[in-house]
Structure formats: C-alpha cells, structure tokens
C-alpha cells in the first residue's frame, strides 16, 4: 500500500463550482502536507502546504488536514476553467516529500 | 518554475547507452533533488543532495547516480538505460532540510528509452 493514496479521477465540474479533492495517508508520523497543481506537460507548482492538523486558506483554495482520520482534503471555491490541472497532494518524510497519484480536474465554462 | 533549469527537455536515446540530465538554479537553495513521475506510479524521489558532494538515495535510486560539485548544478546520470528508465524527470529545490516542505519543481525532462 503506498503510504499516500489519492483518487486519480478525472473530476469534471462547471465553472463556479466548489471542487473537493482528497488524499489519505497511512503514516502517522508525517507532519507537513502539501498540494501541488500540475498543468500538462509542466512541473509541479506548489499551491499550499499546512502543518500537522487544522484548515489554511489561501484565496479560493483551502487545505485542511485531520490527523485523527489521516485524510487531506483541498477545496477550490468559483472553480474557473484555469484551475483545470492535476492536483497532487504530498506529505514530508524526512527531506523527501511522498506524492499521491494525482487528481485530474477539468473546469468547463 | 522558481530559477530552475533542466536540460536536455526532451531526450530520445538507446537502451545501453549512457545518459546524463542537468539540472541547473539560481536560487544558492542548498537541497536539490531528483525525482522521476510515471502513470500509476506518481512522482517518487531518485536522489537527493543536501550540499556540494553530499547526496543520498531516495526510493528507486537503482540504476542512477548523482554529482554536485557545485552548489547551483546538480547531475543525474544513468549509466546504461534501459526502457523502464523512460519517464519524466524533475528536478526540485529547497533552501533547507527544515524547508524541505517547500520544495520547487524545474520544468522536467521527457526521456525515451528505446
């Protein structure tokens, strides 16, 4: 079992809809999460990392992790066909970050 | 991408043949890592280097290796290709191991093993 899992999709949603993108992860010594979008054929781009439990937002994303039931979660509010990407989430272990497989989302305005 | 540069950006190359991606940053960041993404697999981690001559193996290290000899280039080598080295590479930065939450992405490497 990888120790981060994440629903590869595809996610297809109209433009303004609140998207939801989840992870669970198996270790629970990991402490750092971070969400990265990928655009085709372009490297990973961070979006947001959070610590250890608790939400953080940033603008129309929010990243929210809950340590108890090991799940990461990251929510894009008014959805516009720019977030169309692959969104990954990671966790830190030691220096190496543990990537999930990747969530394909598409926006249709 | 963050002041990193891979190259080459696109590489097509024989099985046995040896082969070498660099990856180039602006940033004096003191981490730089390798990592490889494939479908099904996602991105995992090939190498990494915490300083000029000092690097560690990462999760599928076999059949690579790496040289920093200085601090802004860091050099994935395959020594002799094979087909399920074709991938995605990308190389990545962070200024420190207690930043390594905050790792950039270069713009990656597509290579072909045939």
């Known amino acids: 079992q990888k120790e981060v899992e994440q629903d590869p999709g595809p996610l297809s949603v109209p433009e303004g809809a609140i998207v939801s993108l989840n992870c669970t992860y198996s270790n629970s010594a990991f402490q750092y999460f971070m969400w990265y979008r990928q655009y085709s054929r372009k490297g990973p781009e961070l979006l947001m990392y959070?610590?250890?439990?608790g939400n953080k937002e940033d603008g129309r994303f929010t990243a929210q992790v809950d340590k108890s039931s090991k799940y990461i979660s990251l929510f894009i509010r008014d959805s516009q066909p720019s977030d169309s990407a692959t969104y990954l989430c990671?966790?830190?272990?030691?220096?190496?970050?543990?990537f999930g497989k990747g969530t394909t989302l598409s926006v249709s305005s | 991408d963050a002041g990193i540069t891979q190259s080459p950006r696109h590489k097509v190359t024989e099985t046995g043949t040896p082969v070498t991606l660099r990856c180039h940053q602006t940033?004096?960041?003191?981490?730089m890592y390798w990592y490889r993404q494939d479908p099904g697999h996602g991105l995992r981690l090939i190498h990494y280097s915490y300083g000029v001559k000092d690097t560690d193996k990462g999760e599928v290290s076999d059949g690579y290796s790496v040289s920093r000899s200085k601090t802004e280039d860091f050099l994935l080598t395959l020594e002799s290709a094979t087909s399920s080295q074709t991938s995605v590479y990308f190389c990545?930065?962070?200024?420190?191991?207690?930043?390594?939450?905050?790792?950039?992405f270069g713009p990656g490497t597509r290579l072909t093993v045939t």
């Open positions: 990671a966790a830190l272990s030691g220096t190496a970050l543990i």
């Open positions: 940033e004096n960041h003191r981490y």
């Open positions: 959070t610590y250890s439990s």
């Open positions: 990545a930065i962070s200024d420190s191991q207690a930043g390594a939450y905050e790792q950039y």
